[in-house]
T-cell receptor, first 112, second 113 residues
Framework: GIQVEQSPPDLILQEGANSTLRCNFS?????LQWFHQNPWGQLINLFY???GTKQNGRLSATTVATERYSLLYISSSQTTDSGVYFC??????????????FGRGTQLTVWP | SAVISQKPSRDICQRGTSLTIQCQVD?????MFWYRQQPGQSLTLIAT?????????ESGFVIDKFPISRPNLTFSTLTVSNMSPEDSSIYLC??????????FGQGTRLTVV
């Protein structure tokens, strides 16, 4: 299956700082999503972004499909942004439609 | 979008017993997916649940250990059988229509003692 690599694995920030999380993938994708996993284990959909740029409040994401990477930007971070951020992709070929491959995640800790 | 209700949200079980996790979707979907997340790890697909046919299991997962039912287009169950402490994980169900956004249930945090 497709390989999904996220960096950095861990990120520690002071409240108010900005950060960029990266997701690289090894093959063409139909779908790319960013999730935030809360302390209870629930996956919160942040962005569905197979290509282009989207913004939602303090968060924005950019996917450059031709170069096989995506970036998640968090501006003016808050303590509530803490948690694990996952990138997940759906492979174009050789895989079940709708099946996602996940990266290992970025553990973000924001200190007050 | 899709709203998925997953139950139970958490459970503590004795080794050797079984637990059945339920997922109810608010609309009809062809594909439902079951993932496992072991402590500190990423999500791994267990199986794809198709309505009207047997589930398709990923390498390393077998039907005897993780039987799945899919009686209709809005409901599925995953059973974790003959549990051991190594089965302690978060289990999540997901739906996707393919080529569109995937949605997840709230997850079931299972601890086996």
């Amino acid at each position: 299956g497709i390989q999904v690599e996220q960096s950095p694995p861990d990120l520690i920030l002071q409240e108010g700082a900005n950060s960029t999380l990266r997701c690289n993938f090894s093959d063409s994708v139909n779908n790319l999503q960013w999730f935030h996993q809360n302390p209870w284990g629930q996956l919160i959909n942040l962005f569905y972004i197979p290509s282009g740029t989207k913004q939602n409040g303090r968060l924005s994401a950019t996917t450059v499909a031709t170069e096989r990477y995506s970036l998640l930007y968090i501006s003016s971070s808050q303590t509530t942004d803490s948690g694990v951020y996952f990138c997940a992709v759906e492979q174009v070929r050789g895989s079940t439609l709708g099946r996602l491959y996940f990266g290992r995640g970025t553990q973000l800790t924001v200190w007050p | 979008s899709a709203v998925i209700s997953q139950k139970p949200s958490r459970d503590i079980c004795q080794r050797g017993t079984s637990l059945t996790i339920q997922c109810q979707v608010d609309s009809q979907v062809t594909m439902m997916f079951w993932y496992r997340q072991q402590p500190g790890q990423s999500l791994t697909l267990i199986a794809t649940a198709n309505q009207g046919s047997e589930a398709t299991y990923e390498s390393g997962f077998v039907i005897d250990k993780f039987p799945i039912s899919r009686p209709n287009l809005t409901f599925s169950t995953l059973t974790v059988s003959n549990m051991s402490p190594e089965d302690s994980s978060i289990y999540l169900c997901s739906v996707s229509r393919g080529d569109t956004e995937a949605f997840f249930g709230q997850g079931t945090r299972l601890t086996v003692v």
